[in-house]
């Protein structure tokens, strides 16, 4: 079933029209209007997951605040993993990123006296989260696709899905890619490409993410040989709705929400006495799982949750400042929030982890760029700050795009050699959308959802890491024997639903094999067998190297400038 490959070229290919993908489109064609540059997504760029960002984006504008306080609330939230030049780095650009915003028309929320309003936010020591209501993400969305549209040189393939990055001789060479309404394999040659897909936390049942959420790019780098670095650390969020998974925004607790038990208590108090609902999202969801399973979790149909409870905050406030989290509360949960606490629970929310890019947001692959969550630059180390990841979409999306932009300036195309093509098109037509096999897409899907949450979720253990891996391993067998129902051409979505399950197959054998090989907790990394963090072993990032039997691991020192590691209290 090998069909024949058309050649579109481009000097840079960016895959992904998220936050991260469209700033770097304008960086790039802001470096220079000589560059042609294609944006390459699977769905229209304002349907990228981007757009469900709801509290804000961090960034340091007010007297009171500083740059040194950022940084150490960042590192500090981190547990000490990430790397301090880069964070510090990260907290100087972040700024920059919210006025250009502002300049192309973002509409952020404002104070009484015209300034760029910001709020409290987990973990923040200072009300630094930036917003627009609770639809940041939306907006900043619209504005960065607005803005890009200006360009004549940036060129948008809506609905194309990318399966494989060609890299010859540790040099990237282009991609292969299909279009979705013709289901046409098409490659594309280009001088730089950036990955910029967004996170994985599709491998979980219950999740904040968008269905697209599936890691494609983490990936297709991983099998082109680009490590994937500190993929034991999964964020969960402490307030997805039940029983849907729709995340309620951090900027709910920011505005004053709190997280009750069943005795009516605000249970925060035992765990974090100091930052209470506004502590780390490790810690909070560690202490609503904690809550949960001691027997304090309020019982309902879809079993144990937790209530947040913003009735105190009043009906003017909620309209005001959380009009979509009252209006998703009341459609999907049948809940209003002004009469009626909210039930919640934690849910699979970001991945810390991600291809190896360094500071300049480059993979040991030349010309091959990273930025956005597909990417791990060790800004977030062991556990994210609420609201630092549109921050760091922006500032390493505008990097990424900046330095494509000088490398495809002084580099030439690569020749795509025809049996790498060849190679690609007989994975995804003969062995994939041709097999034969008597397994379905749903029925493994749903069974690695159900492994990664049993085994790999908030708190894990070693024996149970080891089963979940040899589960893992055996749906990766099965997978082979899988069977595509339409064979059909024009928007195949059994197709695309295979190859995502393909590629969240290898993440979910990564993610287990560095949580397995981590013997300690730090962060988001919870393990039950190995209660403490272990500086004088594990300050360090993990480097997953994909082999035919599965990740090799291999490990590179945390880079500390001026904050050694302390004991991390809230
Ligand atoms: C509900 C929710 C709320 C959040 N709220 C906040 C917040 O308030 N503040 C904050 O800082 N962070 C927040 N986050 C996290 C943050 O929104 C994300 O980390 C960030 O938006 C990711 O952006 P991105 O550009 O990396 O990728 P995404 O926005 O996820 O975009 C990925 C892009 O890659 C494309 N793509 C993927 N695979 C392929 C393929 N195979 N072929 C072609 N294209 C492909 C997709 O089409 C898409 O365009 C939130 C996340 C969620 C889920």
Redesign the pocket.
């Known amino acids: 079933m090998v069909k024949l490959m058309e050649k579109l070229t481009h000097d840079i290919v960016i895959?992904?029209?998220?936050?991260?993908?469209l700033r770097a489109a304008i960086a790039a064609a802001e470096t220079s209007s000589n560059l042609d540059i294609a944006v390459?997504?699977?769905?229209y760029?304002v349907r990228?997951?981007?757009v469900?960002?709801?509290?804000?984006?961090a960034a340091v504008l007010r007297e009171g605040d500083s740059y040194d306080l950022h940084a150490w609330d960042t590192v500090k939230g981190s547990d000490f993993l990430a790397d301090q030049d880069v964070v510090e780095f990260f907290v100087r650009k972040a700024p920059e990123e919210i006025i250009v915003l502002e300049h192309w028309g973002c509409p952020w929320s404002r104070t009484d006296d015209g300034k760029i309003n910001q709020r409290p936010f987990g973990g923040h020591s200072f009300p630094r989260a930036c917003f627009a209501a609770d639809m940041?993400?939306f907006h900043e969305m619209h504005t960065l696709y607005g803005k890009a549209g200006e360009y004549g040189n940036i060129k948008f393939y809506d609905e194309?899905?990318?399966t494989s990055i060609i890299v010859e001789n540790n040099i990237v060479a282009g991609l292969t890619?299909i279009e979705l309404r013709t289901g046409r394999m098409q490659v594309f040659r280009a001088k730089a490409v950036i990955m910029?897909?967004?996170?994985y936390a599709r491998i979980y049942e219950f999740t904040?993410?968008?269905h697209?959420?599936t890691g494609?790019?983490m990936a297709m780098a991983y099998r082109a040989g680009v490590p994937l670095k500190d993929m034991e650390f999964i964020q969960f969020h402490p307030t997805g709705m039940v029983p849907s998974g729709i995340?309620i925004?951090g900027g709910a607790r920011g505005e004053g929400g709190y997280l009750i038990n069943a005795k009516g208590e605000r249970f925060m108090k035992h765990y974090a006495p100091e930052k209470m609902e506004l502590a780390p999202r490790d810690i909070v969801s560690r202490a609503e799982t904690t809550e949960i399973m001691e027997g304090r979790g309020i019982d309902g149909p879809y079993g144990a949750y937790i209530a947040l409870d913003l009735r105190h905050l009043g009906e003017e406030k909620i309209n005001e400042r959380l009009p979509l989290i009252r209006d998703v509360a009341i459609k999907l949960s049948g809940v209003d929030p002004v009469k009626e606490p909210i039930p919640i629970r934690p849910a699979a929310?970001?991945s810390m982890g991600g291809i190896h890019a360094n500071i300049k947001t480059e993979t040991p692959v030349a010309g091959f760029y990273a930025a956005?969550?597909?990417a791990c630059h060790n800004v977030h180390g062991a556990n994210r700050l609420?609201?630092?990841?549109?921050?760091d979409?922006l500032v390493f999306g505008a990097v990424a795009g900046e330095e494509a932009a000088k490398y495809a300036l002084s580099n030439g195309f690569r020749e795509i050699p025809q049996e790498k093509l060849a190679a690609e098109e007989r994975r995804v037509f003969d062995e994939i959308l041709g097999s034969e096999g008597d397994e379905r897409v749903p029925i493994i899907r749903n069974e690695m959802r159900r492994i990664m949450s049993q085994r790999v979720w908030i708190f894990r253990k070693g024996d149970e890491l080891q089963n979940a891996l040899k589960e893992i391993r055996t749906l990766k067998e099965r997978f082979k024997n899988i069977r595509v129902e339409d064979k059909g051409e024009a928007f195949n979505t059994g197709l695309v639903a295979a190859l995502q399950l393909d590629f969240t197959l290898d993440l979910a054998e990564v993610t287990i094999a560095s949580a397995l090989a981590r013997t300690e907790s730090r962060g988001a990394h919870t393990r039950l067998d190995y209660p403490k963090r272990d500086d004088e072993n594990w300050l360090k990032h993990t480097l997953a190297y994909y082999t035919k039997e599965g990740p090799r691991l291999e490990y590179i020192p945390v880079t500390i400038t001026k904050w050694p590691p302390t004991a991390r209290k809230y």
């Open positions: 895959v992904g029209a998220g936050i991260a993908g390459v997504s699977k769905v760029p990228s997951h981007s469900c960002a709801q509290g804000g984006t940041t993400g194309w899905f990318v890619a910029a897909t967004g996170g904040t993410f968008s697209t959420a494609d790019g995340l925004t929310h970001y956005g969550e597909c609420g609201t630092n990841s549109t921050s979409c």
